[in-house]
């Protein structure tokens, strides 16, 4: 059983619809990241947040927002994804940034 | 910089048979090694760990010694089960000399092992 909780399991959208995934983590944790993982692929980073503000960004089309609310929980915003989107979306947190991370199960996202 | 060099697969065990998947590394910094298993239709999971050097991870019966001579951090299991059939990554986390490790984790290609009755 994974502590950190991914909603939804599921996606599929059109390239004109908005749509958000989900992350929470209740473990104190104060970095949360963001991950892309393609098949048989090792996971790409996003995005990380460390006490709730963005520190890294690695380049991300701006089509992904994130969204930090508050120390457990956190969001994607996707708009006007293309196919190449497609993809499992991993979150992730860690007690801090030279902790050790912790991942959920990941939205599975299809690009219709 | 930073990398993980991770064993290439598929690996493909028999039941009870031994199981090591290499994984060397370079780093700029002072690193902290992990493994990751990824099972069908999951995310990671955190197998193991080690912070420094000589240190060894241990979990479910798997290992993992951190050696700094050869930038290493094997797997091993003595006995490898039916149940162990999943995707294997290596991965490292590289601190600068204040500590600091800006939480990016760099991932080997991964390992998928299928281990038969």
Known sequence: DTEVTQTPKHLVMGMTNKKSLKCEQHMGHRAMYWYKQKAKKPPELMFVYSYEKLSINESVPSRFSPECPNSSLLNLHLHALQPEDSALYLCASSQDLEWPQHFGDGTRLSIL | ?117
């Not at chain 2, 760990?49 to 930038?71: H, I, L, P, Q, V």
């Not at chain 2, 149940?83 to 984790?105: E, I, P, Q, R």
């Open chain 2, 1 to 117: 910089g930073n990398s993980v060099t991770q064993m290439e697969g598929p690996v493909t065990l028999s039941e009870e048979a031994f199981l090591t998947i290499n994984c060397t590394y370079t780093a700029t910094g002072y690193p902290s090694l992990f493994w990751y298993v990824q099972y069908p239709g999951e995310g990671l999971q955190l197998l193991l760990k080690a912070t420094k050097a000589d240190d060894k991870g241990s979990n479910k019966g798997f290992e993992a010694t951190y050696r700094k001579e050869t930038t290493s951090f094997h797997l091993e299991k003595g006995s490898v089960q039916v149940s162990d059939s999943a995707v294997y990554f290596c991965a490292l986390l590289v601190a600068n000399a204040g500590g600091t490790s800006y939480g990016k984790l760099t991932f080997g290609q991964g390992t998928i092992l299928t281990v038969h009755p």
